[in-house]
């Protein structure tokens, strides 16, 4: 599926500005895609691309310049024309109404509102059709909220086959998947594209975006910074196109581990909700050690950091800090006992948004004498925190007195880092450390995360980005449904074996089914 | 025991079913909005609104279904007023919701004191006669209970009917569920959020109109201040009670008023001769908590209840 130079061109963004107050998200975005082609957008997360797209599909207006469709222009901000005009979009957070079925998810705005009845039959033995052909198995009368996220995206691609979509925009398909979904995804978009399906692919993931594309834009800051054929460029090239300079790959060194700060054995927790609970699980955090642990969102990694947080206690099972038994585990023990979190939503959970940068500098330690004495707040004192905090970790901001909601996310999360990091932790929590965060940020936070390891702290790194866990960890754990695997060191493991694991294989008779897929 | 007399009697299961019809109307309109992902506190003010032009567009000289369809108007146009603000504006819907009840109430006796200037007590109007269907009517006990009624409280129960039936059978029906559950993937599928929901509430608050102007067209025969008296509240209750269920909630409403027309019964008892008239007033209240508590607890509430919709907002 190369590009070809006479294949018929579908879609036509001509000079695409879009500005919210003084950021402009887009600026004049111009290119073409050919029937046939799968081309990819890459760019960092705020580099406008899921804007481009929303505008695209009638999400939003753009401020300047056209789209044109199949040769006929699109009128702005409506995404019913662009349905049916033959767009079809994937959303990064799914568009399913959750207590509805998957028939109902795809019939939804198809059918005349006001028609008495519904024939439903045709409708069903078409969606029927549409799964075989295309690979995408998901049962029709299935309430979408019982099923998978990667069942979920089925469904969204259904929806776009079953309107007849002949260009299909996918905004970050493969965040929520295990690699082996990302390939039965890949399988289905090659499908559709031999049988004339244009694609655009949204990423920031470099190896994805080789395999499966024909061309590939960059957006930086809004701005469409280059155009190459897939063929004619490598993964180093196209990462110094989207961030703008040089990246320097991250160096890990090895590093000798120390003793058992905090071991889990056998814990379980109950499930919380939707949120699912942990099932007998085994875990040792080594001081000077970083322990990974991959899977897909959802497999209980809530639960685990809610635990190690102090949220939660264990329902069976013993946890042991530097090897005694830990009693009335709360948050307040373990922020006594050295643990130290980068909470996986810094908005929600991290910081709060209307504190200025030294309330929320001192959010889990104005209890000490440094910062209180005899219940009275030392300003002072906390205000000089924020602004070592500032000045080391290179905090972009107005001033420690800046309420934190008006940072970016990577400044946002310098400071997190810094108040946990200044606090001198045996144990960190790092939850998503890097989600939202654009390169140069990701780079920061990696090296001070391994600068702490290699001070001694035990560091329990939890991430949806397996690249992440595997370039960190000096020994990965894989989370699926509540268990968790066996731990594998640094290196014994591919992708793919990780994968079967994430899958929720392997876990019956453990021991044996690891080493299976053992690189 | 008087109180199996009671239950075992035809004229008290009429007189609940009749208690029952304006709740039926107004909590299907309830039902309505809340499908949609709004919730609608106007419910009381609403049906103040609705029993007042019901009855005073008969008192004026027209027919009784032209008064039906006047209060209905009038509750849409409250509707219209509730839903532009909450939807397209998407303001609190608490505010709103008491800001259209107080609204609507205070416009329906300043709308009164001007109409009526010099009245002491209200005017009497023809209301709906009983229409006894035929042969149904003859089955013993259901038959006088359920087929001796006005042709309001049969119109309550067709609208019952006809919601289940939009709501679980058709496209706007699977539309406006959806809308209440995510907005998001109504508006991914091409249709309008805001008409959708702005439809839904501008119909509910239609029918709760019209469940205000059952009380005057077809029980009381007239208009007093304070007559709606908390029914749009119940109401609220009943849908929540109902997990979203039109049956469900007609059930519901069935139940509420066979309490109270069980309580009004118990106090000429001779039990009520010892106990405060005020203890089997608020039975069915107590009741009704009770049921709520026993019956909603696995309610699948809309998922988008009271979240307005942003569009392009993340």
Known sequence: MGPQAQARVVLRLDGITKRFGPLVANDAITFDLHEGEVIALLGEN???????????????????????????PLPPGNPRAA????????????????????????????????????????????VEALSRDYGL???????????????????????????????????????????????????????????????????????????????????????????????ATDRHQLATMMVGTEVAPLEV??????????????????????????????????????????????????????????????????MEMAGAPVEGWSPRRAIDGGVARIPEDRHKTGTIADFSLTENAILES????????????????????????????????????????????????????????????????????????????????HQRLLGARDEGAAVLLISEDLDEVMALSDVIHVISEGRLSPAFPRGAMTPAGLGVWMAGHGFEGAEGGGADHAA | MEIFDILLSATFWAAAIRIASPLIFATMGELICERAGVLNLGIEGIMIAGAFTGWFAVYAGMPLPAGVLMALLVGM??????????????????????????????????????ALPEVTSPPRIEAFAEWPVPVLSEIPLLGPALFVQTPLTYLAFATVAAVAFVLYRTPLGLALRAVGENPASVEAQGLSVTGLRLGAVMAGSGLMAVGGAFLTMSAFNSFFFEMVNGRGWICIALVVFGAWKPWKSLLGAILFAAFDALQIRLQQTPIGAHVPYQVFL????????????LMSRRAEVPAALMVPYNKGER
């Open chain 1, 46 to 72: 705020g580099a406008g691309k899921t804007t481009l797209m929303n505008i695209l599909f009638g999400h939003y207006s753009a401020d300047e310049g056209r789209v044109e469709l199949f040769g006929s």
């Open chain 1, 83 to 126: 349905l049916a005009a033959g767009v079809g979009m994937v959303h990064q957070h799914f568009t399913l109404a959750d207590n509805l079925s998957v028939m109902e998810n795809i019939v939804l705005g198809t059918e005349p509102l006001w028609r008495l009845g519904r024939g439903r039959a045709a409708a069903r033995s078409r």
């Open chain 1, 137 to 231: 198995s998901v049962h029709p009368d299935a309430r979408v909220g019982s099923l998978t996220v990667g069942e979920r995206q089925r469904v969204e691609i259904l929806k776009a086959l079953y309107r007849d979509a002949r260009i299909l925009i996918l905004d970050e398909p493969t965040a929520v998947l295990t690699p082996q979904e990302a390939e039965d995804l890949f399988a289905t978009l090659r499908k559709a594209v031999a049988r004339g399906m244009s694609v655009i692919f949204i990423s920031h993931k470099l190896h994805e975006v080789m395999a499966i594309s024909s061309r590939v834009l960059v957006l930086r800051h809004g701005k469409l910074v280059g155009e190459v054929a897939t063929e």
């Open chain 1, 253 to 318: 060194r090895a590093h000798a581990p120390g003793p058992v700060l905090m071991a889990l054995k056998g814990v379980s927790t109950p499930a919380l909700g939707n949120a699912i609970g942990l099932r007998d699980i085994t875990l040792e955090l080594r001081a000077g050690q970083i322990t990974g642990l991959a899977g897909v969102s959802g497999n209980g990694q809530a639960a685990l950091a809610a635990l190690i947080g102090g949220l939660e206690v264990p329902e069976a099972g013993e």
């Open chain 1, 366 to 445: 104005y209890g000490d004498a440094k910062f209180s004495r005899k219940g009275w707040m030392n300003w002072r004192a906390a205000e000089g925190f924020a602004r070592d905090i500032i000045a080391t970790y290179d905090v972009r901001c107005p001033g420690p007195a800046t309420r934190i909601r008006l940072l970016s996310g990577g400044n946002m999360q310098k400071l997190i880092l810094g108040r946990v990091l200044e606090r001198g932790p045996r144990i960190i929590l790092a939850n998503q450390p890097v989600r939202g965060l654009d390169i140069g940020a990701v780079t920061y936070v």
């Open chain 2, 77 to 114: 146009a409250f509707g219209l007023l509730h839903g532009t603000l909450t939807v397209p504006f998407g303001l609190s819907q608490h505010v709103v919701g008491l800001g259209v009840t107080l609204l609507a109430t205070s416009m329906t006796y300043f709308t009164y004191r001007l």
């Open chain 2, 282 to 293: 608020m039975m069915p209240f107590v009741l009704s908590i009770l049921a709520l508590i």
